[in-house]
């Protein structure tokens, strides 16, 4: 019976944000009466960035407005759990901007998939540019959210854009220590000197004009997944696979920016981002979760670490029962942090 009642809750889910995904492909369309969305694009240097600009159905337009960048997890699209964010956020009265990063979704950049945490980190200041000039948005009220590994990046982009003005991050991600010692330190020393022999010479290969790799950064089967000592490996599997399945979102990233995320050390300058506050919101049985009290520790403050009690790092991605709570945890910091 409860398995029953998972799987329809699970498959109603999926309807939910496909549904979603396509309403945000026609530009200016309207969600729920409440939100319009906008596609928009914007430069990263010579990349054409694309995003989805959320406007509050509501909004003053004789006025300028708080906004706040939304940034998606390694590996994912605008159209996912960064679009559920930035909607929900536009229906308490934000302006907000949810982006596929550079080389992802709908945004140019090649390789394809390359998750190099030094351009997604550029993504976010670009986003800042393009919000900073936008007639309805107030460049002095500008925050930052990010999910998973967006919420690392958008904390390590905090620390030298002082144009953010808060920073938030759900279920916090730090890709550099997941790629050097993986989650719950399942990585060795050797292994990590190996992978990047391996990259050296895949380098090379693709220098010759050989064919880009790519590898997985979840699961490939069922098997696989139950067979993951991981649990955000797992529930990652599902939600990116089955319940939030994009085309844009594969799975798979390009070999060779393992490198650069292995050379990625997001929360080493937290304490640079004080005065301006940092929310950290995390599940309390989330695998990940040792990465929010990482960075929280070394933040100064005004800085939180809020727990949603019996939510995995997933479940914050889209579950009915957490992201209502999430939404107005982040309604009265962006409201007081930006007003």
Same mark, same amino acid.
């Given at each position: 019976?409860?398995?029953?009642?998972?799987?329809?809750?699970?498959?109603? $889910?999926?309807?939910?944000?496909?549904?979603? %995904?396509? !309403?945000?492909? #026609?530009? =200016?369309?309207?969600?729920? +009466?409440?939100?319009?969305?906008?596609?928009?694009?914007?430069?990263?240097?010579?990349?054409?960035?694309?995003?989805?600009?959320?406007?509050?159905?509501?909004?003053?337009?004789?006025?300028k407005h708080p906004a706040i960048v939304v940034t998606h997890p390694f590996g994912g699209v605008k159209e996912q759990a960064a679009g559920l964010y930035a909607q929900k956020l536009a229906e308490q009265g934000f302006i907000t901007l949810a982006f596929d990063a550079s080389h992802y979704g709908e945004s140019g950049g090649e390789p394809r998939q390359a998750e190099v945490p030094t351009d997604r980190v550029e993504d976010i200041r670009c986003?800042?540019?393009? $919000?900073?000039?936008?007639?309805?948005?107030? %460049?002095? !009220?500008?925050? #930052?959210? =990010?999910?998973?590994?967006? +919420?690392g990046y958008t904390m390590n982009a905090a620390q030298t854009?002082?144009?953010?003005?808060?920073?938030?991050?759900?279920?916090?991600?730090?890709?550099?220590?997941?790629?050097?010692?993986?989650?719950?330190?399942?990585?060795?020393?050797?292994?990590?000197?190996?992978?990047l022999e391996e990259i050296a010479q895949q380098r090379s290969r693709e220098a010759r004009g050989e064919p880009v790799r790519y590898i997985s950064f979840l699961p490939e089967s069922d098997a696989e997944a139950a067979a993951n000592p991981s649990v955000t490996y797992r529930e990652g599997y599902d939600y990116y696979m089955k319940i939030a399945r994009h085309p844009h979102s594969t799975g798979k990233y390009a070999f060779t920016s393992l490198g650069f995320q292995m050379a990625f050390f997001p929360f080493e300058q937290m304490e640079t981002i004080s005065p301006r506050p940092i929310l950290l919101v995390a599940g309390s049985?989330?695998?990940?979760?040792?990465?929010?009290?990482?960075?929280?520790?070394?933040?100064?403050?005004?800085?939180?670490?809020?727990?949603?009690?019996?939510?995995?790092?997933?479940?914050?991605?889209?579950?009915?029962?957490?992201?209502?709570?999430?939404?107005?945890?982040?309604?009265?910091?962006?409201?007081?942090?930006?007003?």
């Open positions: 019976m409860g398995q029953s009642v998972s799987r329809s809750i699970g498959m109603a $889910l999926a309807l939910l944000l496909v549904g979603l %995904a396509a !309403r945000l492909q #026609a530009a =200016g369309s309207n969600i729920h +009466g409440d939100v319009t969305v906008q596609k928009v694009s914007f430069p990263h240097h010579s990349v054409r960035m694309v995003g989805n600009l959320f406007l509050p159905a509501n909004l003053d337009r004789t006025k986003a800042v540019d393009y $919000l900073s000039n936008h007639p309805q948005v107030d %460049a002095q !009220r500008i925050g #930052a959210l =990010g999910i998973c590994a967006g +919420g854009e002082h144009r953010i003005k808060a920073a938030a991050g759900i279920s916090t991600f730090d890709v550099g220590t997941a790629r050097r010692e993986g989650v719950g330190g399942t990585i060795s020393f050797e292994t990590r000197m190996k992978r049985k989330a695998d990940t979760l040792f990465m929010s009290q990482a960075a929280y520790h070394k933040a100064k403050e005004p800085r939180e670490l809020f727990m949603v009690p019996g939510a995995s790092h997933i479940d914050l991605y889209y579950k009915p029962e957490f992201v209502p709570g999430v939404v107005m945890k982040l309604k009265a910091f962006f409201g007081k942090a930006l007003k």
